[in-house]
């Protein structure tokens, strides 16, 4: 997906022919919440991806990839080097989860 995560959850509202008040009742959130999510004016709650998933079908590790994607592309977009910071966080990832791997081995 290359809109922001905002513009996705518009267009399935839209797409599914909900207005913000049905969906923002299914999300469990304002209605003027939503509308500055999908305007790009407030990020995504996290507690309402398992309503996203479940109200419009979607796959729950798609849907997480796509909004945590966005929330690292939101940190690191503005800076020149963004494609090398992208590949350190990468690494760094790898080595903390084969730390927390290796932590976990000691707790057995």
Do not use: C, W
């Not at 913000?20 to 209605?31: G, N």
């Not at 419009?56 to 997480?64: N, Y």
């Not at 977009?77 to 990832?93: G, P, R």
């Amino acid at each position: 997906m290359k809109e922001t995560f905002g513009e996705y959850i518009h267009k399935l509202r839209v797409d599914n022919n909900l207005t913000l008040t049905k969906l923002a009742a299914a999300l469990d959130i304002d209605q003027s919440t939503l509308s500055k999510i999908e305007n790009n004016k407030r990020t995504v709650p996290e507690e309402i991806l398992p309503k996203l998933a479940i109200t419009f079908k979607i796959d729950r590790t798609a849907l997480d990839k796509e909004y945590f994607s966005e929330k690292i592309a939101s940190i690191i977009y503005k800076q020149d080097n963004s494609t090398e910071l992208f590949l350190l966080a990468e690494e760094k990832v790898k080595y903390l989860r084969s730390k927390s791997i290796k932590q976990g081995k000691l707790k057995l």
